[in-house]
């Protein structure tokens, strides 16, 4: 067993997924936490739709969570910004907790916050735990690329393409990629956002791109909608979508590294249509020519998956903060 307990902050959809994911190990689930709603009060067996040997219920308060528990680690699903999140992560760390977290900057902070990564790297150093953002950028966006890029004498050019269906992950996470938002309304909410925090996507190449061991040199970014060409209906899509709807949305990123080397990325976030399926593919052009596509993917069990199997590494690396270039590659369950 290698934890003493683990504290499920956030029981949505991918905590109540890690839940069941630990339960089937025999992993001690000892504490919930979840925002003020409906969830509070509730068991989080019967939220995960599986049996815990504690009878643990759902609260407000980590205090209260953890009254008369013992837990050295909090699996963290509340959101994927930083600075929003921060307050999240300065609890559970100053708890003395080891910290995994499934928002997409926590993955590579220092692409978001060189000030937010020194902060996160000190509080946990401190209390002598370790800090680390996964799911399922994990092997599919930055241990691939290392890999295929490590078994190169030369590489002039890289491009990545993923689609990723944004259904999977229920419609609370539809706003994320502007599901169901017309033109006009998609392009006032993205220059928003994109304006400050940067795209899941930029973040995911650039923590890639530098732990395969290049310096960058530029980097720039776009997002654009995905409109259906005819009217799309899907039964989860929580209604149909006419062509002036977006069903999602694409990413677009170049890096230009230190050394010449051209990095582009396209990623489309969106929900799929029947007979289309999620995909990774990863090309590099050099010395030798290398490609690797993975289909047959599930992208919201693949994200709980990542995370769990991440718990041993976690909890062995040294304290601070900790990211995945820094961590052994994953190893299947039974070890």
């Not at 370790?130 to 295929?148: A, E, K, P, W």
Request: charged share 20%; proline share 6%; aromatic share 8%.
């Amino acid at each position: 067993m290698p934890t003493k307990g683990i504290v499920i902050y956030g029981v949505g959809g991918v905590g109540t997924a890690v839940t069941r994911l630990c339960a089937a190990r025999g992993w001690p689930v000892v504490a919930a936490v979840n925002r003020p709603g409906p969830k509070l009060g509730a068991r989080l067996g019967t939220l995960a739709g599986v049996s815990l040997p504690r009878d643990v219920i759902v609260t407000h308060s980590l205090d209260t969570a953890l009254a008369g528990s013992e837990a050295d680690l909090a699996v963290v699903s509340t959101g994927d910004r930083l600075q929003d999140q921060m307050p999240v992560y300065e609890e559970c760390l100053r708890r003395n907790l080891n910290v995994v977290s499934s928002g997409y900057e926590s993955g590579y902070p220092s692409a978001v916050s060189e000030a937010a990564a020194r902060h996160l790297d000190a509080l946990a150093r401190a209390h002598g735990v370790t800090f680390t953002g996964t799911g399922f950028q994990d092997l599919y966006r930055v241990g691939m690329l290392c890999y295929l890029v490590g078994a190169c004498a030369a590489v002039e050019r890289v491009h990545h393409f993923s689609l990723v269906d944004i259904g999977r992950h229920g419609p609370a996470a539809y706003e994320v990629a502007g599901v169901g938002l017309e033109a006009e309304a998609f392009a006032r909410r993205f220059r928003q956002v994109e304006s400050s925090p940067i795209s899941p996507y930029r973040v995911f190449l650039q923590h890639a791109v530098e732990a395969a061991g290049w310096r960058i040199a530029e980097i720039t970014s776009d997002v654009y909608p995905v409109f259906p060409d005819s009217d799309f209906e899907r039964p989860d899509a929580l209604g149909d979508f006419s062509p002036g709807r977006a069903i999602g949305a694409g990413y677009t990123t170049h890096i230009r590294t230190g050394t010449g080397t051209e990095v582009e990325a396209r990623n489309e976030l969106r929900l799929l249509a029947a007979g289309e399926e999620e995909a990774f593919e990863w090309t590099i052009d050099g010395s030798p020519n290398v490609a690797m596509r993975l289909t047959r993917l599930d992208s919201a069990l693949a994200t709980a998956t990542q995370i769990v199997n991440r718990i041993p590494d976690v909890l062995a690396a040294a304290p601070g903060l900790v990211t995945l270039d820094c961590l052994p590659p994953m190893r299947p369950p039974w070890r």
